[in-house]
Nanobody, 115 residues
Framework: QVQLVESGGGLVEAGGSLRLSCTAS????????MGWFRQAPGKQRELVAE??????NYADSVKGRFSISRDNAKNMVSLQMAGLKPEDTAIYYC??????????WGQGTQVTVSS
């Protein structure tokens, strides 16, 4: 089992910044993939950014605005979001895939961007 605890969501004006963090209950270097997804009302959950075997991967809609980082010592992955737009409003979920291909999700954190 892996527990994921997210923090850092909130309400921000368009053009503003937020930083999301996700702390895992065990060493993140053991994971195959680790990253962030989001789900807006009435839409499917989508990948935002992740670390995978190839390095980092970003959704086209956030490239140049969002940056994913990791701190192995703290078992933490973070998402720095800048230039936020109303269409970035969603619940953001931390996600990991373990070496044996099990998937775990955090509880989600709300990000709301006002216009």
């Amino acid at each position: 089992q892996v527990q994921l605890v997210e923090s850092g969501g909130g309400l921000v004006e368009a053009g503003g910044s937020l930083r999301l963090s996700c702390t895992a209950s065990r060493a993140i270097f053991t994971f195959r993939d680790m990253g962030w997804f989001r789900q807006a009302p009435g839409k499917q959950r989508e990948l935002v950014a992740e670390f995978n075997s190839g390095g980092t991967n970003y959704a086209d809609s956030v490239k140049g605005r969002f940056s994913i980082s990791r701190d192995n010592a703290k078992n933490m992955v973070s998402l720095q979001m800048a230039g936020l737009k109303p269409e970035d409003t969603a619940i953001y979920y931390c996600n990991v895939v373990t070496a044996d291909w099990r998937t775990y999700w955090g509880q989600g954190t709300q990000v709301t961007v006002s216009s």
